[in-house]
């Protein structure tokens, strides 16, 4: 298929205890899972190791808990949730430690077909510096290993990256291999016109790719949070709008860039305002529209209005 990767149709996994990392860094409410996507992303992945008899052991990290484990963060919700939409039951691993004793009893008993989900592998502190010895712990678990985490595959973690210095049968599940596909063909070959769009609130994130971009895009179009930083670069008011004031210069240099190019580089034109956040977040708030050149200084550009809406559209 072209990527010079290994994906899980190259083998059948009959009897194999196979390990997945998956992206179940789903939004939560007060122990409520608000949005699913994520987690159906990866059904068609752990659906095809099911039907090869494969014994299916799951991690992922969930959200950012700073002093090891929070209850707040625990994956036994996603739990619940998977089994409905397998049909089947997916057993909880319920330890801290992530690779305890619960884990290891899981494991042990399994019967080919059936699905076990290890709690949160940020819980331990060695996750995100991808230090061998937890690496190592995730990988006594299994025969084989599976990267279906796009959203996390680019960061060198111990489920990510350092588990694969002990597990020698790796691959990559359909969600991966889909992403890298479309980002490969869409970025080398693409159909034009070609249009980007990046959003996100921060633009320190995104310095290469906004760069990158502007050599291969005929539209560059940018929402967000971090639109805010390139209209204040443009000497527009943004009130306390989201900002990122060591990188107006380079916001300009991008726009001097796209000009030179013949990229049209689009910002937002008018935006909804806001006083301040609502708590709880989803509470009703007051807004207005107002053009960009004319955003109070006392509130905070929140989202596009709906003349950049036609204009992103178009």
């Not at 690496?135 to 694969?164: K, W």
């Not at 906004?210 to 929402?223: A, F, P, Q, W, Y």
């Amino acid at each position: 298929m072209g990527l010079g990767k290994k994906t899980i149709d190259d083998e059948n996994y009959a009897g194999k205890r196979v390990l997945v990392r998956c992206d179940f860094n789903v939004p939560m409410k007060d122990g409520v899972i608000t949005n699913d996507n994520r987690i159906n992303a990866a059904l068609p992945t752990i659906k095809k190791l099911i039907a090869d008899g494969a014994k299916v052991i799951l991690c992922s990290h969930l959200g950012k808990p700073k002093n090891g484990p929070e209850a707040k963060f625990s994956l036994a919700p996603v739990a619940v949730r998977l089994s409905e939409k397998l049909g089947q039951p997916v057993t909880f691993a319920d330890d801290d430690n992530v690779v305890g004793e619960n884990a290891k009893a899981a494991v042990a008993t399994m019967g080919n077909g059936e699905v076990v989900l290890l709690q949160n592998t940020r819980f331990r502190k060695e996750e995100t510096k991808n230090e061998p010895a937890f690496s190592e712990e995730l990988a006594s678990l299994a025969d084989a290993y599976v990267d279906d985490a796009f959203g996390s595959c680019h960061r060198a973690h111990c489920s990510t990256a350092g588990v694969t210095d002990y597990v020698k049968d790796t691959a990559v599940g359909y969600l991966m291999e889909k992403e890298i596909k479309y980002l490969g063909n869409a970025v080398n070959d693409p159909e034009r016109p070609f249009t980007a769009i990046l959003g996100g609130a921060k633009v320190a994130d995104k310095l290469n790719v906004i760069s990158n971009l502007l050599e291969k895009v005929d539209t560059l179009i940018i929402g967000g949070g971090m639109a805010y930083t390139f209209l204040k670069a443009q000497g527009y008011e943004i009130g306390k709008s989201l900002c990122d004031d060591s990188k107006l210069d380079y916001c300009k240099d991008m726009m001097a860039k796209a000009k030179e190019k013949g990229v049209k580089l689009l910002l937002p034109v008018d935006a909804a305002c806001i006083k301040d956040f609502p708590d709880p977040i989803d509470a009703p708030v007051d807004t207005v529209i107002v053009p960009v050149t004319a955003i109070p200084a006392d509130m905070e550009g929140c989202d596009i209005g709906p003349e950049t809406m036609k204009l992103f559209a178009d």
